[in-house]
């Protein structure tokens, strides 16, 4: 694994116009409620676009100059009046973004403010982000990055304050409201700034916190407006100041658990999040011990996250860490749940506390538990002080609880980590681990840069099929030299994992049944592992039958790597668990002999069909005890797929792979050799496509997988020795991050 780091990362270049005031009649309703009346209109716009070249050359011609982006938006704006009646100002915006995307900006950033909108406020307004980009190949694509509207300097008068004085007569209370998300530019402001000035003027709070509250939860309830953003100022309160204000975001998901925050539970059970990590030892073999040893204190373990790599903190010269979080349940107090992971960590573990922050054995906090805030000196806080600075927690936190609303801050987990970790722009050093359990050699774990496809090479998976009918290896692999011989040549060839398969998925094989594949695979198995020079070398067995994943693990095989995803076995998962090793989940409709006549999506649509089923496979593992770490993905290309499907799913897989949930921190593996959408686009047998799979799996390591599954090593570890230094290389993440 190359040591080499991106070059730090600067702001973009933003080109701007600012308050360019103009008058339109594309505005949609007056003051008085008439439409296609010229009203005023202030305009600014933001435009990304690097200004390296004319700063060097000092050319305009080299960026997009101001002039003609002030006149494209006023030539927008004022124009084509036939158009004004059936406009609104969110329409107004995106022809004004429209006519930036038309002079060679991408990303663009545009705010119209109409001062004479409203009668009781100072302006109201839309604001909307777009980015426009070509990906290869393709035809380009706009997506909507941002959309607000919003109200400012809202004048109402109402009963606000503890002060006696205060409680007889009102005052001015100044108001701004921000409506976010999706088509929020095309509410009725007008309604809006009505029902804000009712709500204050009818109510008398003692505080503006219970104003803004009041007005969040009247936004996100009775108006069902997704995510408002409020602030309240008093500028008559304080004599020598502006006056004090508070501001607040809220959504409906916010209040629809609102009930659930603020009061004490009479439910038995509790819902905790714990960080566990571990730099000494066996750093994964412990953090599942931690586990083991939870449950036997009665601590139920819902679930895991993905078990990250990450640099020490604080104390820097120490070993690098394992992280992950859990979820669990418990009947026990904060207090006695503190008591019970201290005596996991001492008694079970062994973990000896020399230096604070320093090297340990095993580390587990207690990050969340239910929604309480408990601040008891150095013993206990709830939520843990340090998480939000921590990228090593919340990362995995938000895989298990993204929509938890933080009782301190009242922002989601996710939208702290979007905070602490901007997409697009933070750089992380965490590394994706899949433990192995039982390690013959140095090789413990498989190691994974699932978060920017970059820093970690492409895993070579090795096609060992101890089968007669295979449809392009059938028979080749039968005698135990031809088997010793093969292995060897994966070895020489840089294989890091041999997958063993004693069943056939071409649809033309028949099922031989659990019994005649256990006698194939068992003996290659077993020899493979009585010879040392394998040791290095991780083992997977290829097959959706839970006896014979069973019994191959107990052989030697590290690895289950089940086409069906527990779809052909239901005892398949529960096993997976009970052996807590890795599991390949892939996806397939049916079974071999049927897979080909269920190629039927919704709507054409394969990478949301194939995205949806995928995921929820991972939640089934999931409920059945399968370690989010001990999960590996596969989109199952060729199975249940016709070949303009297959490249589909190539094309799109840098989006498939970060398009769920379920799939973050997730490795990804992929097998497009020698398939048939190959030798339909060839025309050659599946032996001689060699060629046509390298171009495959390219696509592959560009679009992120991580590992590759293959027949030819030889001629495809080469493939991946330049793809991976043009696509897996630190230099590759600073060209996207300039893009």
Same mark, same amino acid.
């Given at each position: 694994?190359?040591?080499?780091?991106? +070059?730090?990362?600067?702001?973009?270049?933003?080109?701007?116009?600012?308050?360019?005031?103009?008058?339109?009649?594309?505005?949609?309703?007056?003051?008085?409620?008439?439409?296609?009346?010229?009203?005023?209109?202030?305009?600014?716009?933001?435009?990304?676009?690097?200004?390296?070249?004319?700063?060097?050359?000092?050319?305009?011609?080299?960026?997009?100059?101001?002039?003609?982006?002030?006149?494209?938006?006023?030539?927008?704006?004022?124009?084509?009046?036939?158009?004004?009646?059936?406009?609104?100002?969110?329409?107004?915006?995106?022809?004004?973004?429209?006519?930036?995307?038309?002079?060679?900006?991408?990303?663009?950033?545009?705010?119209?403010?109409?001062?004479?909108?409203?009668?009781?406020?100072?302006?109201?307004?839309?604001?909307?982000?777009?980015?426009?980009?070509?990906?290869?190949?393709?035809? +380009?694509?706009?997506?909507?990055?941002?959309?607000?509207?919003?109200? $400012?300097?809202?004048?109402?008068?109402?009963?606000?304050?503890?002060?006696?004085?205060?409680?007889? $007569?009102?005052?001015?209370?100044?108001?701004?409201?921000?409506?976010?998300?999706?088509?929020?530019?095309?509410?009725?402001?007008?309604?809006?700034?009505?029902?804000?000035?009712?709500?204050?003027?009818?109510?008398?709070?003692?505080?503006?916190?219970a104003l803004v509250t009041a007005l969040t939860r009247f936004l996100c309830v009775e108006k069902a407006l997704e995510k408002v953003t409020v602030r309240a100022e008093k500028p008559r309160a304080i004599a020598f100041a502006r006056g004090p204000a508070v501001k607040i975001t809220r959504s409906r998901r916010y209040y629809s658990t609102e009930a659930t925050r603020f009061r004490e539970s009479n439910e038995k059970e509790h819902i905790?999040?714990?960080?566990?990590?571990?730099?000494?030892?066996?750093?994964?073999?412990?953090?599942?011990?931690?586990?083991?040893?939870?449950?036997?204190?009665?601590?139920?373990?819902?679930?895991?996250?993905?078990?990250?790599?990450?640099?020490?903190?604080?104390?820097?010269?120490?070993?690098?860490?394992?992280?992950?979080?859990?979820?669990?349940?418990?009947?026990?107090? +904060?207090?006695?749940?503190?008591?019970?992971?201290?005596?996991?960590?001492?008694?079970a573990l062994g973990r000896v506390k020399l230096v604070d922050k320093g090297p340990r054995s095993i580390d587990l906090d207690i990050l969340l538990y239910d929604d309480i805030v408990l601040r008891d000196g150095k013993i206990l806080s709830i939520p843990h002080l340090l998480m939000l600075e921590r990228e090593f927690v919340l990362r995995p936190l938000a895989q298990l609880a993204p929509d938890y609303i933080h009782p301190v801050t009242?922002?989601?987990?996710?939208?702290?980590?979007?905070?602490?970790? +901007?997409?697009?722009?933070?750089?992380?050093?965490?590394?994706?681990?899949?433990?192995?359990?039982?390690?013959?050699?140095?090789?413990?774990?498989?190691?994974?840069?699932?978060?920017?496809?970059?820093?970690?090479?492409?895993?070579?998976?090795?096609?060992?099929?101890?089968?007669?009918?295979?449809?392009?290896?059938?028979?080749?692999?039968?005698?135990?030299?031809?088997?010793?011989?093969?292995?060897?040549?994966?070895?020489?060839?840089?294989?890091?994992?041999?997958?063993?398969?004693?069943?056939?998925?071409?649809?033309?094989?028949?099922?031989?049944?659990?019994?005649?594949?256990?006698?194939?695979?068992?003996?290659?198995?077993?020899?493979?592992?009585?010879?040392?020079?394998?040791?290095?070398?991780?083992?997977?067995?290829?097959?959706?039958?839970?006896?014979?994943?069973?019994?191959?693990?107990?052989?030697?095989?590290?690895?289950?790597?089940?086409?069906?995803?527990?779809?052909?076995?239901?005892?398949?998962?529960?096993?997976?668990?009970?052996?807590?090793?890795?599991?390949?989940?892939?996806?397939?409709?049916?079974?071999?002999?049927?897979?080909?006549?269920?190629?039927?999506?919704?709507?054409?649509?394969?990478?949301?069909?194939?995205?949806?089923?995928?995921?929820?496979?991972?939640?089934?593992?999931?409920?059945?005890?399968?370690?989010?770490?001990?999960?590996?993905?596969?989109?199952?290309?060729?199975?249940?797929?016709?070949?303009?499907?297959?490249?589909?799913?190539?094309? $799109?897989?840098?989006?498939?792979?970060?398009?769920?949930?379920?799939?973050?921190?997730?490795?990804?593996?992929?097998?497009?050799?020698?398939?048939?959408?190959?030798?339909?686009?060839?025309?050659?047998?599946?032996?001689?496509?060699?060629?046509?799979?390298?171009?495959?799996?390219?696509?592959?390591?560009?679009?992120?997988?991580?590992?590759?599954?293959?027949?030819?090593?030889?001629?495809?570890?080469?493939?991946?020795?330049?793809?991976?230094?043009?696509?897996?290389?630190?230099?590759?993440?600073?060209?996207?991050?300039?893009?």
């Amino acid at each position: 694994m190359s040591n080499m780091q991106p +070059p730090p990362l600067l702001p973009p270049d933003v080109i701007s116009v600012r308050e360019l005031t103009l008058k339109t009649r594309k505005a949609g309703l007056d003051t008085w409620h008439r439409a296609g009346r010229n009203q005023p209109v202030t305009v600014d716009a933001w435009v990304r676009a690097p200004v390296a070249v004319a700063g060097i050359s000092d050319l305009v011609s080299e960026s997009v100059h101001y002039g003609t982006l002030s006149k494209a938006i006023t030539k927008v704006v004022e124009g084509n009046d036939d158009a004004a009646e059936d406009c609104t100002p969110r329409k107004l915006a995106a022809e004004v973004v429209s006519s930036a995307f038309g002079i060679g900006a991408e990303y663009v950033r545009v705010r119209l403010t109409f001062p004479k909108k409203l009668l009781r406020a100072d302006s109201a307004g839309v604001e909307i982000a777009k980015h426009k980009y070509t990906p290869y190949g393709s035809d +380009p694509v706009t997506v909507d990055v941002d959309e607000k509207a919003f109200i $400012e300097g809202l004048h109402a008068f109402g009963i606000i304050g503890v002060n006696p004085w205060e409680r007889v $007569e009102k005052q001015e209370v100044v108001v701004g409201v921000e409506v976010h998300g999706p088509g929020s530019g095309d509410i009725d402001i007008v309604r809006v700034a009505d029902d804000v000035a009712n709500v204050v003027e009818n109510t008398s709070y003692q505080t503006i916190e219970a104003l803004v509250t009041a007005l969040t939860r009247f936004l996100c309830v009775e108006k069902a407006l997704e995510k408002v953003t409020v602030r309240a100022e008093k500028p008559r309160a304080i004599a020598f100041a502006r006056g004090p204000a508070v501001k607040i975001t809220r959504s409906r998901r916010y209040y629809s658990t609102e009930a659930t925050r603020f009061r004490e539970s009479n439910e038995k059970e509790h819902i905790a999040y714990l960080g566990m990590g571990s730099n000494l030892g066996e750093r994964a073999a412990l953090l599942s011990a931690a586990l083991i040893e939870l449950e036997k204190r009665g601590i139920r373990v819902l679930g895991t996250s993905s078990m990250y790599e990450s640099a020490p903190m604080y104390v820097e010269n120490q070993p690098r860490f394992l992280n992950s979080v859990c979820k669990v349940a418990t009947t026990m107090t +904060p207090h006695e749940l503190l008591a019970a992971v201290q005596d996991v960590e001492k008694n079970a573990l062994g973990r000896v506390k020399l230096v604070d922050k320093g090297p340990r054995s095993i580390d587990l906090d207690i990050l969340l538990y239910d929604d309480i805030v408990l601040r008891d000196g150095k013993i206990l806080s709830i939520p843990h002080l340090l998480m939000l600075e921590r990228e090593f927690v919340l990362r995995p936190l938000a895989q298990l609880a993204p929509d938890y609303i933080h009782p301190v801050t009242c922002n989601t987990i996710a939208e702290h980590f979007e905070h602490l970790c +901007p997409p697009g722009e933070f750089v992380s050093d965490l590394y994706t681990v899949v433990p192995i359990k039982q390690p013959r050699g140095p090789i413990n774990q498989l190691m994974f840069d699932t978060i920017h496809h970059v820093h970690t090479p492409t895993h070579l998976m090795a096609i060992l099929n101890v089968t007669p009918d295979s449809f392009s290896d059938g028979g080749d692999h039968i005698s135990p030299d031809d088997i010793l011989a093969t292995a060897r040549d994966f070895v020489a060839n840089k294989a890091t994992i041999i997958d063993i398969g004693g069943q056939s998925t071409n649809p033309k094989s028949v099922n031989p049944g659990p019994a005649v594949e256990l006698e194939r695979v068992l003996p290659a198995i077993k020899l493979l592992r009585s010879h040392k020079e394998f040791d290095n070398i991780i083992i997977s067995i290829d097959t959706y039958y839970s006896s014979v994943a069973r019994a191959a693990i107990e052989a030697g095989a590290d690895i289950i790597n089940d086409v069906s995803a527990g779809l052909l076995d239901p005892n398949m998962l529960t096993t997976a668990a009970q052996l807590d090793v890795p599991i390949i989940l892939m996806h397939m409709r049916g079974t071999p002999q049927t897979m080909t006549n269920m190629t039927k999506y919704t709507n054409d649509d394969v990478i949301t069909g194939v995205a949806d089923e995928l995921a929820e496979r991972a939640r089934e593992a999931e409920k059945a005890g399968i370690k989010r770490w001990n999960m590996i993905l596969d989109p199952g290309l060729g199975f249940a797929k016709n070949a303009e499907q297959n490249l589909s799913i190539l094309r $799109e897989l840098k989006f498939f792979i970060h398009s769920r949930r379920e799939f973050d921190g997730v490795p990804w593996l992929l097998g497009p050799s020698r398939k048939g959408f190959i030798g339909k686009l060839t025309k050659r047998e599946p032996k001689d496509r060699v060629a046509g799979t390298g171009a495959a799996i390219s696509a592959c390591i560009a679009g992120g997988a991580e590992i590759v599954r293959v027949h030819d090593l030889k001629e495809i570890s080469d493939v991946l020795a330049v793809a991976d230094m043009i696509y897996r290389n630190p230099a590759s993440l600073a060209i996207r991050k300039r893009k």
